[in-house]
């Protein structure tokens, strides 16, 4: 789909593009959000975004499964266009997971229910089969014991874990994260942080928006720096942490006290 | 002042026989303008423009006209000018209902709109329709929010019941009325009417907001 510049040796081929971004713009009246964004995700990997607030990786996140309408661009999903049409953004929605900030769990269901709604209204599943995945997803997470609290009764790193398990119960291909630890308290972010880890060690497309360093530098594969609604840099973490080649980088990195 | 208690209990049966309509009446209303409330407040919502227009324009003239006005017209007017000619019972039920809607409509319309805009999104992100995000996240959370206002609103529905008199619909008013006339005893007749009003509605909305608190974190998101 894109030419490479570097010439790859017979036989390796890098992995298939699940999602790609084409000029990306967004505007919301005089503000400029995204300003025309250029970006690959490949089978398998995990992507991250970051760069200072107000910069357009969550909305270009929420671009990615239409929660959000792009001024001009395309977002092509396994090789489709993002359609205006309802059922078929449906379609695609059920095939990308999202996690939210603020957990955004359903109150009135328990942290089982939350993880059945998806298989049962969008797939159809029975109750004893989306029960059964439930479940499995609830021990996955390390939650097993809560499956009859509701969100009301977990603490905030409990429910996002339970947020992950309801993302993963529609068997998702690509999973999009929107600042997941951004509202935790600092001692349960690292059990959310673990869930993901261990989501991407199992092979999972995940796109991060994050301001977790250390998770980008340890867990990414590709990252992706912005400011103003454009990428100013992007390459694997090495690249970013060690060696950044933009002054854009290194002034957000070292305004995050990050030292390498 | 000496008190006459025997109005009251020579005339017990009546009068309770009157409470039987009150609640009849009350309970009917309460479900008409439940269901309709609700419908006009969808309809506002996610109708078409030019219906969610004639809505608001009919719930704005139900709150700015007085129950009773909407009562009388009901009963003496609507016969003249359509042909339509109810009984006092239904005519009661029906303009209490009209009338009670209204308010309905205003309060599942606030309920449905302070859910969270991030719960729709979180149903859109697991690839659900509109119609089931609506079903299944908003409704149950927003019933959940709007019961404490749930309980004024059938406080309400049962008083208005009062002004049915006026058109002779046999309830616990117009019943004390006919009593207090016959045994020139107001004080012991109306005072047992208020204790009547005072039992039946004072638990509904205390137990309302118990349930509400009991229950208020299902709506918490």
Known sequence: MTDTLVKLPQGFALPE??????DVRKQYGEFVALAGVNLEVRRGQVVCLIGPSGSGKSTLLRCTNGLETMTSGEVYFDGMPLSKDPRKTRLIRQRMGMVFQNFELFPHKTALGNIMMGPMTVLGLSEEQARTRAEALLAKVGLSDKAGNYPANLSGG?????????????????????????????????????????????????????????????????????????????????????????????DFLSHLGWDG | ?????????????????????????????????????????????????????VIVFYIDSMRAIPVLVVLVWVYFALPIATGLNLPPFWSALLSLSAHLAAYVAEVVRAGIQSVRPGQVRAGMALGMTRAQILRKIVLPQAVVRMLPAFGSLLSLAVKDTAIATVIAVPELMRRADAVAGQ???PVEVFTTVMILYFIVIFPLTRGIDMIYRRISFLGRS
């Not at chain 1, 593009?17 to 084409?22: C, G, K, T």
């Not at chain 1, 972010?189 to 301001?211: C, F, P, Q, S």
């Not at chain 2, 049966?13 to 269901?35: E, K, M, N, Q, W």
């Open chain 1, 158 to 250: 409990q429910q996002q874990r339970v947020a992950i398990a309801r993302a993963l119960a529609m068997e998702p291909e690509v999973m999009l994260f929107d600042e997941p630890t951004s509202a935790l308290d600092p001692e349960t972010i690292g059990e959310v942080l673990n869930v993901m880890k261990r989501l991407a060690d199992d092979g999972m497309t995940m796109v991060v928006v994050t301001h977790e360093m250390t998770f980008a530098r340890r867990v990414a594969d590709h990252v992706v720096v912005f400011a103003n609604g454009q990428i100013v840099e992007q390459g694997p973490p090495e690249q970013i942490f060690d060696a950044p080649k933009t002054t854009r980088t290194r």
């Open chain 2, 183 to 185: 045994t020139y005893a």
């Open chain 2, 1 to 53: 002042m000496e008190l006459n208690l025997s109005a009251v209990l020579d005339s017990w049966r009546f009068l309770l026989s009157g409470l039987g309509v009150t609640l009849l009446l009350a309970a009917g209303v309460t479900v008409l303008s439940l269901f309709s409330g609700t419908l006009l407040a969808l309809g506002r919502l996610y109708g078409p423009r030019w219906l969610s227009a």
């Open chain 1, 17 to 22: 593009v699940v999602i790609e971004y084409r």
